[in-house]
Every structure is written in structure tokens, then in C-alpha cells.
């Protein structure tokens, strides 16, 4: 069994074992495995990305970091990242993204 689907088969698990409530605004796999390890370019490729896995169109004049955060702010949801084993230049994304996102699991 490979990693992504360990990871899947714990969020089935996750999600089967969890209240209705605690997941109700979805559960969404990003998958990552394409993005160059590159910083800083890679922080707003991986934001894209997950944008992309949550159908959330970016525009505005709006960074799209903040544009991800305002969205992800009410959320109760869980989010899986696909392979992001090669981007830990990226792990302030994701600590802000929870630091800002109660309701959100990664």
C-alpha cells in the first residue's frame, strides 16, 4: 500500500469515526507531487493547487494566500496534501493556514 492511499484509508476512517459536524463543508485531497520544491515561487504554486482542489477560483487584486485563508477561515473541513513530503519550504503555509482556520484538518 503506498502513501496516498495509507492516507486516504485514514481519512475514511477519520471521517467515518468523526460527528457529522466535523467535516460538514467537505473533504478535499490536494495533490502536490507536480510542484517544483522551488521557494519562494512554491508557497503560491501550493496555494493554487489547493485553491484548484476546492474548486476555489483566485482573482482580485487580493494576494491569493489571503484570498485561501479568508476562505478556508469559517471552514470545518478536512484537506489532504498529496505528497507534501518535498515541499517543507511551504510548512508556514500550512501553520498559517491552521493558525487561522480552527475548524480546518490537514
Known amino acids: ?13 477519520l471521517v467515518s469515526a468523526a460527528p457529522i459536524s466535523a ?3 467537505g473533504v478535499y485531497l490536494a495533490t502536490l ?3 517544483e520544491p522551488l521557494p519562494p515561487a512554491i508557497v503560491e ?9 476546492l474548486s476555489l477560483p ?5 494576494p491569493v494566500r489571503t484570498q485561501l485563508v ?13 505528497s507534501f513530503d ?5 510548512a508556514p503555509l500550512l501553520l498559517d493556514l491552521l493558525e487561522q482556520s480552527a475548524g480546518l484538518k490537514l
Open 1 to 13: 500500500m503506498g502513501k496516498t492511499s495509507l492516507a486516504l484509508e485514514a481519512a475514511r476512517g
Open 33 to 35: 507531487a507536480d510542484l
Open 86 to 90: 518535498h515541499l517543507l519550504a511551504a
Open 70 to 82: 479568508d476562505y478556508l477561515r469559517q471552514k470545518q473541513m478536512l484537506l489532504i496534501l498529496d
Open 58 to 62: 483566485l482573482a482580485g487584486a487580493q
Open 23 to 25: 467535516f460538514r463543508d
Open 45 to 53: 504554486a501550493m496555494v493554487e493547487c489547493i485553491a484548484d482542489s
